[in-house]
C-alpha cells in the first residue's frame, strides 16, 4: 500500500508530496517539527506534542497552520489510511513560501506538511544487549529548547556515532557535562539508584517521553534529581539510558567503550520501560 501525506491542505501518496523550492523551510530550515507516538491505532501523549509544537512556533514567530482540533483530525485521518497500528505521526511547519530574503516576510501563510509511518520497535537483541553511546562535544546552537527543523549539527553527531559503530552520541557542553543525545534524551542511575537527567532550559530539547518516564518514576517510588552530570559521572553509573518517541525507554551499558555497571541491562530501566509502555497504550 502506497503511503499517504498531507501537504497544505491535501492528502496526496508520498512519493508525490512537493513542496515549492522557495519554501523557507527548504532554503533556511525556517521551521519546526514534532514526532507524536502512535500505539494500538491512537495517538499517544498527543496534547503534549502538541504543546511542545505550539511553544516552538510562537518562538519562531511562525503562526499555526490551523487549529488543534483540526490538526488532530488530519492526523487521525493520516494514521487511518496509512494503517498505522503502532508507529509515528510526524508533523512540520514552515513559515510558508516567500522569495528569498533573510527578514521574515509578510503576508505569507505556513507550510503544513504531515506524515504518518509504522516504527519498529527497537529489535529484542538490543533490549538484551543494551545500546552504546559514544561522546563527541556539543556543537549545536544556542536554543536546543526549541523543536527547530535545522538538525545538521544533530546529523553530524549521529552519523560519528554510526560511524565509530555506536547507536547514539552523547553530547558534551563547555563544562564537560553531559547534554543530551543526538535525538534522544539522557539519563544515568547512580550507584545509589537516584536517577539523574538535565533539567529543562534552552540546553535541551524537553523530551515528551522525558517527562513521562520522569512522572512514572515518581510513581514506581524512585528518587529523581534534575541536574547536569559528567561524563565522568556516567562512567561510573550503575546504570544508564536513553529516551525518545521511537525508542520508549533503551539501556545503554557501554559509553566511549566503557561498561555501564556490569556492562548489562539493569532492572531499573525495565522496569521504567515496562511502565512507561504501559501508560502509552493506555
Known sequence: MARIAYINGRYVPQSRAQVAVEDRGYLFSDGAYDAIPVHN???????????????SLSELRIARPMSRAALLQ????????????????YIQV?????PRDHKFPKGVKPSLLMMARKWKAPAPDLLSRGATVVTMPDQRWARRDIKSISLIANVLAKQAAAEQ?????????????????SSTSAWIVTATGELVTRPDGTEILPGITRSVVAEVARDLGLTLQLRPFSREEAYAAREAFLTSTSNFVLAITRIDGKPVGNG?????????????LSVARA
Open 74 to 89: 488530519v492526523a487521525h485521518e493520516l494514521i487511518r489510511r496509512n494503517g498505522v497500528r503502532n508507529g509515528g505521526l
Open 165 to 181: 559503530g555506536a547507536f547514539e552520541a552523547w553530547l558534551i557542553d563547555d563544562g564537560g557535562m553531559v547534554t543530551e543525545g
Open 41 to 55: 491505532g491512537h495517538l499517544s501523549f498527543a496534547d503534549r506534542h502538541l504543546d511542545r509544537l505550539d511553544r
Open 94 to 98: 514552515t513559515r510558508g513560501v516567500a
Open 264 to 276: 548489562k541491562p539493569g532492572p531499573i530501566v525495565a522496569r521504567l520501560r515496562e511502565a512507561y
